[in-house]
């Protein structure tokens, strides 16, 4: 299975609109046939003025005959692109592969929290794996719903996503985790393998799979 994450930059506060025309548009063209859409969301907190939405493929095989047909559709190319390319100024393409499955969270209203790792040369996986294994501790708190290794477009970054009840959730699991021996007993492994780290609060969209 091949994930993609795909990130679209609008013009100021059109975000919001790009999101409405994707669910009332393009869903309904789109629907899953041409992928899977596991999520979409909007950014709240960290790069603003964003829509971010998730797919899912068997392969890259399969990803690139699926966007093959998505370009040859009548609809989308007449009903959708013609009122949602103008309001995209940035396209940004994370391909990755999963280190565990992916599992979204149960029932609405989640708060999201996209955290992006880019490891030394040739520790990503080392890290990924060790996150992964971790995971025991850290569900403890709160659900894990992703952790991947990036194909392309970035080499050697890890990312994982995960579900909250709110930000004041967020906020409680985090300092619970932190106390967590086992789970403090991972973080001592992490700073000499990872460079650079980010994170993004996002929230999802009406037509977005994880609510």
């Known amino acids: 299975m091949i994930y993609e994450f795909r990130t679209y930059t609008t013009p100021i506060g059109m975000a919001p609109e790009l999101a409405r025309l994707s669910g009332e548009v393009g869903r ?3 629907k899953d046939d ?3 859409l596991e999520g979409y969301w909007m950014t709240e907190i ?3 003025n964003q829509v971010m939405h ?3 493929y068997a392969d890259l095989n399969a990803r690139q005959e699926a966007r093959d047909g998505l370009g040859r559709n009548e609809a989308w190319r007449t009903r959708y692109l013609p009122v949602a390319g103008p309001l995209i100024r940035r396209q940004d ?5 999963a280190i565990k499955p992916v599992v979204g969270p149960e029932g609405s209203g989640h708060v999201y929290e996209y955290r992006v790792y880019r490891c030394r040369v040739g520790k990503s996986r080392a890290f990924a794996e060790k996150l992964r294994d971790a995971l025991p501790a850290r569900e403890k708190y709160s659900k894990n719903v992703g952790i991947w290794l990036t194909e392309a477009g970035q080499p050697n970054e890890v990312s994982h996503l995960w579900a909250y009840d ?3 959730h967020r906020a409680e699991v985090r300092a619970a985790a932190v106390q967590d021996p086992d789970w403090r007993e ?3 492994n992490g ?3 990872i460079e650079d780290m980010q994170s993004m609060i996002l929230l999802p969209s009406a037509h977005s799979p994880m609510k």
Not at 93 to 97: G, P, S, T
């Open 166 to 168: 709110s930000l004041n």
């Open 93 to 97: 393409v994370r391909l990755m592969w």
């Open 34 to 36: 041409y992928g899977k």
């Open 191 to 193: 700073p000499e393998m």
């Open 46 to 48: 960290g790069p603003l």
């Open 28 to 30: 309904d063209i789109r």
């Open 186 to 188: 991972f973080l001592k």
């Open 54 to 56: 998730l797919w899912s």
